[in-house]
C-alpha cells in the first residue's frame, strides 16, 4: 500500500517507455497500452485516497530511494539526493484529479491521428510528471517532475497544436521555464535558510557558511516549521520569490498571456491536462511551502497577495467576456477562479485554506469537462468560434447538456463542487479582508455574465442549417463526460467525500501557523 | 406524520429521476402520471403535517451533519414550522395544478418530458427551500430554484427572445444572490452556524415554545444584540450595525429574486416562457422564495428597524411602480407579469411594516389568484394564438369557463369582497395605515386602484366586445379545466381562511405567541379598499366599454402614458449605465490584453522570437531552446543562490 504512489508515477512513465518499442502502425496498441497505464495508476490514486488515514495530517504512504550521493558535499557530510513520495490532506485530492483527468485525456485522444505513437508517449510522460509533483516528498524530486511536465507540455502543444502551436509552445516554455528558475532559486534558499536555522547558526550567517546537513525533505522541513521559525528577513525574501514564481507558474495578471495563447493552440486532450491539472501546480507551491513553510512571510505580503487575487478574478472575468473563441473564454475563466484561490491563500483562515483545496479540485474537474465538451462539439461543428456557433441543443443535445453542466459549476451553482468551494473561500477571505472579499464576489456576477452569454450563443437560438446533421455523443464520450459530471456533482451535495480528507491537514497548518 | 416530512420535497426529486432516465420513452400520459402524482403525494403528506401541526405544534428540526468546514460543523436537516407547513400544502397545491394543466398546454411539443423533468426539479428545489432548517441549504436550494427557472424561461430555446430573457433573468437574480451569499457570510462570521434557530436565538431549539417565530422577535433582538455566548462581531461592528448590515444584504437577495425595484427588471421579461412556467414562477416558486426568505428571517428585520423601514419603502415603491407600467401594456402576459411584481410589492411592504400574518397570508392568497390569472391566459393564449390584447375579445361567449375562472381571479387580485385578495390586501393597508405608515398608506391604495383598472382593462379586451381574431377558439381539455376549476373556487373563497371574525391563519401562525405587529380591524377602511377597487372597475369598463375613449384617455395622459407604456426606460436605462459600459470595459481590457500587455511581451521577447524562428524546422530547435533556458536558469540561479546566502 505505501508504494501506491510511487506506482501512480511509475506506470505512466513505464508505460511511457514501453510505448516507443511498440510499432507506430500498430496505433491500437499504443491506444490500448496507454489507456491501461492511465486507468492503473488512477485506481491506484484512487486506493490511496480511500485508504487515506483522514485523522492523521502527517505524510502518508512515504516511499523514499536514494538516487546520488555527493560525498563531503558539506565537510564530511554528503549530500543526498532522492526521490521520495508521500501524500498529506492537500495533496491526496489532486492526485485523485491527475488521475482522472488523465484517464480522461487519454481517452480524449482517440481523436489523434497524427504521430499517434509519440503523443501517448507524451501525454504519458506529462501524467507520469504530474503524479510526480503532487506525490513527491522532497524539494528535488518536485523540482525534477515539475521540469517534466515543462518539456512534455512544450511537445504536446507544439506537434499536435494548431497553425500558431510553435510559438505559442515557445511562449509556454519560456514563461514556465523562467517561473522554474525562480522557484528552484526559492527552493534552493529555503533548504539552505532552514539548514542553517535548525544549527542555532547565528541569524547573520556570511556567504559560504556551509551547514554541514543540508535537507530536502518535505516533511521534515515542516517539522522544523513547527519548532522555529525562520528570521522575518528571510521569510519576506524568500516569500516574494515563491509568489513571482507562483505567479508567473499559474498566469496570473499580468504574467498570464502566454495562457490563453496555449490553450487556443493544444488540442482538447492537452488542454484538459494543462487546465485540469497543471494550472493548479503553482496555488500547490504556494500552499505547500510558503503557506508550511514561510508563514510570516505570507503573513507581511497577505494584502498584497490578496490583491493580486482580486485583479486576477476581475480582470479575467471582465478579458473572458470578450473572448471569441472558447478555448480562450475558458483560459480567462481559470484565471479569474485561480485568484479566487490565491484571495483566499492570502486570509490565512483554515476554512480559506480548505476551499483553496476545494477549488482547485472543483476547477480542475469543471475546466477539464469544459474543454473535453467544448472540444466534442467541435470536432462537429469545426469551430471554436462562439460567433460562428448557435442553437446546438438541437442537433447535440448531450453534448450541450453537459457543456451547460459545466459552464454552470463553473458560475457556482449549488448542487455542484464550485459552490461549496467559494463559500469556503469567501468564508475564509471576508474573515480576513472584508473589502478585497467584497470586490471578488463581483466576480461571482461576471462569470455569470460571461459564461451564460457564451452558452445563449453556442446552444440557444435557432438552429443554424449547417448544423443539422451532426451526430450527438459517441459511448466513449458519454463515459467520460458522466465521469466528470458524476463527481462534480458528489462533491457539490456531499463534500465530506473531499471534506475529510482535507480537513486534518488544514486544521493542523492552521494551528501551526496561528491562523 | 412530521417524521415524512422530507418525502413532501424528496417525491419531485424521484419524478425528477424518473424521467431523467427513461422520460423519452414514455408516452405524454405516462409522464404526466408520474410528475403530477408525486407533487400530489407531496401535496397530500404537507396537509396532513399542517393538520398534525395544527394540533400538536411545530416539531424541532432534524439535522445531520453535512460538512466539516474550519473548527465547525455545518448541519443540512428538515424542520417544520407553522410558516413552512402552511407554505408546503400552498407550493404543492398549486404546483399539482399547474403540472396538471400543462399536460393539455404543452401537448405535442417534442420535449414534453424533458419539460415535466424541469417543472418537476423545480417543484423539488421550491419544497426544498422551504422545509429546510439552515441557511446555507436555503442558499442552496435558492439558487436550484433560478436554475430551474433559467432552463424553464429558455424552454424553448430556439426563441432568441427566451434565450435572452432565460438569461437576464439568472443574471438580473444573481446580483441579488451575491448579496445574499455576503449576508450568510456575515451571519456565519457573527454567530457561527447556519441553522435559522441558532442565529436566531443562540441556540438549537429544543422547546416548542421559541419555535419559528413562536418566539417573540425580541428573544432574538436580546441574543444578538446583548445576548451572552455571542461571539465577538466581525470587524468590530456594534450589534445593531451588523444586524442591520446582514438583513440589509439578505434583503437584496430578496429584492432580486421577488423582482423589486430595481431588479424587477427580468420578471416581466421572463414570461417568454412557456405559460404553465410563468404560473409557477409567478404563483408558487421562484418569486415566493424572495418573500419567505424575509419572512423565514424575521427576527432579523425585527431587530432592525432601519433594515425594515427599507423593506418597506421598496415594497411600497414596486407596488405604485409596477402597478403604473401594468396600466398600458398590450401583451395580455406581460400585464399579468407587473402585477405580479406589483402584488410581491405590497408582501413585502407588509413585512417591513412588521404585519407578518398579513404579507403570509397575501403571498398565499396571491398564490392562488395569480396561478389562476396565468393558467386563464395561457388557455386563452392556447385558444387564440396571440398575446395582443387588441387581437382578442369576445372570449366570453366563446369560452365560458376560461371567462369565469379569469373574472374570479380578476375581482380576487382586485380586492373586491368576498374574494380572497381583498381579505389579504386590505390587511395589508389596514397595517400600513395603523402603524402610522400613512404615506405608504396612501400609495398602497392607489395602486390598489391602478391594479382594479389594469386588470379588468385585460377582462374588457379580452372577454367583452366581439372576438376579433380569425381562428376558433374553444375550451381546452379536462386537464386544462379541472385546474382551472381547482383555482377559480380558491381564489373566492381563499380568503375566509383569515377573517376578522375567523382569523384561523393568524391564530395558526402565531398559536405559540404574537409574531410581529397585527392590525386591529378597521371596517372603515375595508369600505375604503372596496370602494378604492370598484373605482379602478369602474373606470376600466368606461373607458373600454366604449370604442374611442380609451384612446382620448391615453392621449390625455401624455408623456406619462409614454413613461408608462415604456415601463419608465428602466431596461434602456440599465442598457445604457451597466450593460453597455461593462461591454466596452470588457472589449478595452480585451484589446489592452492582446495588443498591450501581450504586446509589451511580444517587444521584450523578440530576440527569442527571431532566434527560435531560424531552427523552427528542425527538430532540434526545439531541445535547443530548451536547453538554452535551462543553461540560463542555471546561471540567475547561482547568482540568486549567492544573493540570499548573502540576506542571511
Known amino acids: 500500500m505505501n508504494d501506491a504512489l510511487f506506482l501512480t508515477v511509475l506506470l505512466p512513465a513505464l508505460a511511457a517507455l514501453f510505448v516507443l518499442f511498440v510499432p507506430a502502425r500498430a496505433a491500437s496498441a499504443v491506444r490500448g497500452v496507454s489507456l491501461t497505464a492511465q486507468l492503473l495508476a488512477l485506481l491506484f490514486a484512487l486506493a490511496a485516497y480511500i485508504g487515506f488515514n483522514k485523522g492523521m495530517a502527517v505524510f502518508q504512504f512515504p516511499f523514499a530511494a536514494t538516487w546520488l550521493t555527493v560525498p563531503n558535499a558539506f565537510g564530511t557530510t554528503p549530500l543526498v539526493i532522492r526521490f521520495a513520495f508521500g501524500a498529506d490532506g492537500i495533496s491526496m485530492p489532486l492526485i485523485l484529479l491527475t488521475g482522472v483527468v488523465g484517464l480522461m485525456a487519454s481517452m480524449r485522444s482517440h481523436s489523434i491521428h497524427e504521430r499517434v505513437k509519440e503523443h501517448y508517449f507524451w501525454q504519458l510522460l506529462l501524467t507520469a510528471g504530474l503524479y510526480g509533483v503532487f506525490a513527491s516528498a522532497d524539494l528535488f524530486t518536485f523540482f525534477f517532475f515539475l521540469e517534466a511536465t515543462l518539456v512534455t507540455t512544450y511537445f504536446l502543444i507544439s506537434v499536435w497544436g494548431n497553425e500558431g502551436r510553435r510559438r505559442a509552445a515557445t511562449k509556454f516554455l519560456i514563461y514556465r521555464g523562467l517561473a522554474s528558475v525562480v522557484l528552484l532559486a526559492g527552493f534552493i534558499g529555503l533548504a539552505y535558510s532552514y539548514a542553517v536555522q535548525a544549527q542555532g547558526a547565528s541569524m547573520q550567517v556570511y556567504l559560504g557558511f556551509a551547514p554541514n546537513f543540508l535537507s530536502l525533505s518535505i516533511p521534515q522541513l515542516i517539522s522544523e516549521a513547527g519548532k522555529f521559525q525562520l528570521s522575518i528577513a528571510a521569510q519576506d525574501a524568500l516569500y516574494l520569490v515563491f509568489l513571482l514564481a507562483v505567479l508567473v507558474e499559474e498566469a496570473f495578471v499580468p504574467f498570464h498571456t502566454w495562457l490563453p495563447d496555449a490553450h487556443e493552440q493544444a488540442d482538447t486532450g492537452t488542454n484538459m491536462l494543462i487546465g485540469g491539472v497543471l494550472m493548479k501546480i503553482g496555488l500547490y507551491i504556494l500552499l505547500r511551502f510558503a503557506v508550511e513553510l514561510l508563514p510570516q512571510g505570507l503573513q507581511q505580503f497577505a494584502w498584497l497577495t490578496g490583491l493580486l487575487g482580486v485583479i486576477s478574478i476581475i480582470y479575467g472575468a471582465l478579458v473572458a467576456l470578450a473572448q471569441k473563441d472558447w478555448r480562450r473564454l475558458i483560459a480567462f475563466s481559470s484565471i479569474s477562479h485561480m485568484g479566487l484561490v490565491l484571495l483566499a491563500i492570502a486570509s490565512l483562515q483554515a476554512v480559506g485554506l480548505q476551499g483553496a483545496v476545494f477549488m482547485l479540485v472543483s476547477s480542475g474537474l469543471l475546466t477539464a469537462l469544459l474543454f473535453y465538451a467544448v472540444g466534442a462539439q467541435a470536432d462537429r461543428t469545426k469551430t471554436f468560434e462562439i460567433k460562428n456557433l448557435g442553437g446546438l441543443s438541437k442537433s447535440l443535445p448531450v453534448i450541450s447538456g453537459v457543456l451547460l453542466v459545466a459552464a454552470l459549476g463553473s458560475v457556482g451553482l449549488p448542487g455542484m463542487s464550485g459552490f461549496i468551494s467559494e463559500f469556503a473561500l469567501f468564508l475564509g477571505s471576508f474573515a480576513t479582508f472584508p473589502w478585497l472579499a467584497a470586490v471578488g464576489t463581483l466576480g461571482m456576477i461576471l462569470v455569470a455574465l460571461y459564461l451564460l452569454y457564451a452558452m445563449q450563443r453556442t446552444t440557444f437560438g435557432p438552429q443554424r442549417t449547417e448544423y443539422d446533421q451532426l451526430a450527438d455523443a459517441r459511448p466513449v464520450e458519454y463515459v467520460a463526460m458522466a465521469v466528470f459530471v458524476a463527481l462534480v456533482i458528489l462533491i457539490g451535495v456531499y463534500p465530506s467525500v473531499l471534506g475529510d480528507v482535507v480537513h486534518t491537514t488544514v486544521q493542523s497548518i492552521a494551528g501551526r501557523i496561528g491562523g | ?648
Not at chain 2, 1 to 26: K, Q, S
Not at chain 2, 367 to 391: P, R
Not at chain 2, 487 to 508: E, R, S, Y
Open chain 2, 1 to 648: 406524520m412530521t417524521g415524512l416530512a422530507w418525502l413532501v420535497p424528496v417525491l419531485p426529486l424521484a419524478a425528477y429521476v424518473l424521467l431523467l432516465i427513461g422520460g423519452r420513452r414514455l408516452a405524454e400520459g405516462a409522464v404526466t402520471s408520474i410528475a403530477v402524482l408525486a407533487v400530489a403525494a407531496s401535496f397530500v403528506i404537507s396537509l396532513a403535517i399542517m393538520i398534525q401541526v395544527a394540533l400538536h405544534g411545530p416539531q424541532p428540526a432534524v439535522t445531520f451533519p453535512w460538512l466539516v468546514l474550519g473548527s465547525a460543523t455545518i448541519s443540512f436537516g428538515f424542520e417544520v414550522t407553522s410558516l413552512n407547513a402552511m407554505m408546503l400544502v400552498m407550493v404543492s397545491f398549486v404546483s399539482a395544478l399547474v403540472l396538471l394543466f400543462s399536460r393539455g398546454y404543452m401537448r405535442g411539443d417534442a420535449r414534453f418530458a424533458r419539460f415535466y423533468q424541469y417543472l418537476s426539479l423545480f417543484v423539488f428545489a421550491m419544497l426544498g427551500l422551504v422545509i429546510t432548517s439552515n441557511l446555507l441549504e436555503f442558499y442552496i436550494f435558492w439558487e436550484l430554484v433560478g436554475v430551474c427557472s433559467y432552463l424553464l424561461v429558455g424552454f424553448w430555446y430556439f426563441k432568441p427572445e427566451a434565450a435572452a430573457a432565460a438569461k437576464k433573468a439568472f443574471i438580473v437574480t444573481r446580483i441579488g444572490d451575491v448579496g445574499l451569499f455576503v449576508g450568510m457570510i456575515l451571519l456565519y462570521l457573527g454567530f457561527h452556524t447556519m441553522n435559522f434557530d441558532t442565529i436566531f436565538y443562540g441556540q438549537a431549539v429544543s422547546s416548542p415554545y421559541t419555535m419559528a417565530h413562536g418566539a417573540p422577535a425580541l428573544l432574538f433582538a436580546a441574543h444578538a444584540l446583548t445576548g451572552p455566548g455571542i461571539h465577538a462581531l466581525p470587524y468590530g461592528l456594534a450589534p445593531a450595525a451588523f444586524v442591520t448590515l446582514t438583513a440589509l444584504l439578505v434583503f437584496v437577495g430578496a429584492v432580486g429574486k421577488s423582482a423589486q425595484f430595481p431588479l424587477h427588471v427580468w420578471l416581466p421579461d421572463a414570461m417568454e416562457g412557456p405559460t404553465p412556467v410563468s404560473a409557477l414562477i409567478h404563483a408558487a416558486t421562484m418569486v415566493a422564495a424572495g418573500v419567505y426568505l424575509v419572512a423565514r428571517m424575521f427576527p432579523l428585520f425585527q431587530a432592525s428597524p432601519a433594515a425594515s423601514d427599507v423593506v418597506a419603502i421598496v415594497g411600497g415603491f414596486t407596488a405604485i411602480l409596477a402597478a403604473l407600467i401594468g396600466l398600458t401594456q398590450h401583451d395580455i402576459k406581460r400585464v399579468i407579469a407587473y402585477s405580479t411584481v406589483s402584488q410581491l410589492g405590497y408582501m413585502m411592504l407588509a413585512l417591513g411594516v412588521g404585519a407578518y400574518v398579513s404579507g403570509i397570508f397575501h403571498l398565499m392568497t396571491h398564490a392562488f389568484f395569480k396561478a389562476l390569472l396565468f393558467l386563464t391566459a395561457g388557455s386563452v393564449i392556447h385558444a387564440v394564438e396571440t398575446q395582443d390584447l387588441f387581437e382578442m375579445g369576445g372570449l366570453r361567449k366563446l369560452m365560458p369557463l376560461t371567462n369565469a375562472a379569469f373574472l374570479a381571479g380578476a375581482l380576487a387580485l382586485s380586492g373586491i369582497p368576498p374574494f380572497a385578495g381583498f381579505w389579504s390586501k386590505d390587511e395589508i393597508l389596514s397595517a400600513a395605515f395603523s402603524s402610522g405608515n400613512y404615506v405608504l398608506y396612501a400609495v398602497g391604495l392607489i395602486a390598489a386602484f391602478c391594479t382594479a383598472f389594469y386588470i379588468f382593462r385585460v377582462y374588457f379586451l379580452t372577454f367583452g366586445g366581439e372576438y376579433k381574431g380569425d381562428r376558433h377558439p374553444h375550451e381546452g381539455g379536462l386537464a386544462m379545466t379541472i385546474p382551472l376549476t381547482a383555482l377559480a373556487v380558491m381564489a373566492t373563497v381563499a380568503g375566509f381562511f383569515n377573517t376578522p371574525w375567523a382569523p384561523w391563519i393568524a391564530n395558526f401562525l402565531q398559536d405559540r405567541g404574537a409574531v410581529g405587529y397585527d392590525p386591529a380591524v378597521n371596517w372603515g377602511l375595508m369600505v375604503v379598499s372596496a370602494v378604492v377597487g370598484l373605482a379602478g372597475i369602474g373606470l376600466a369598463y368606461y373607458a373600454y366599454g366604449a370604442p374611442g375613449r380609451a384612446q382620448r384617455m391615453a392621449q390625455k395622459s401624455g408623456f406619462l402614458y409614454t413613461l408608462s407604456f415604456n415601463k419608465f426606460y428602466f431596461d434602456e436605462l440599465y442598457d445604457r449605465i451597466v450593460t453597455r459600459p461593462i461591454r466596452a470595459i470588457a472589449e478595452a481590457l480585451g484589446f489592452v490584453d492582446r495588443w498591450i500587455i501581450d504586446g509589451l511581451v511580444r517587444l521584450v521577447s523578440g530576440g527569442v522570437y527571431t532566434g527560435g524562428a531560424g531552427l523552427r524546422y528542425g527538430n532540434t530547435g526545439q531541445i535547443q531552446t530548451y536547453g538554452l533556458v535551462t543553461l540560463f536558469g542555471v546561471a540567475v540561479l547561482l547568482i540568486i543562490a549567492a544573493g540570499i546566502g548573502g540576506v542571511l
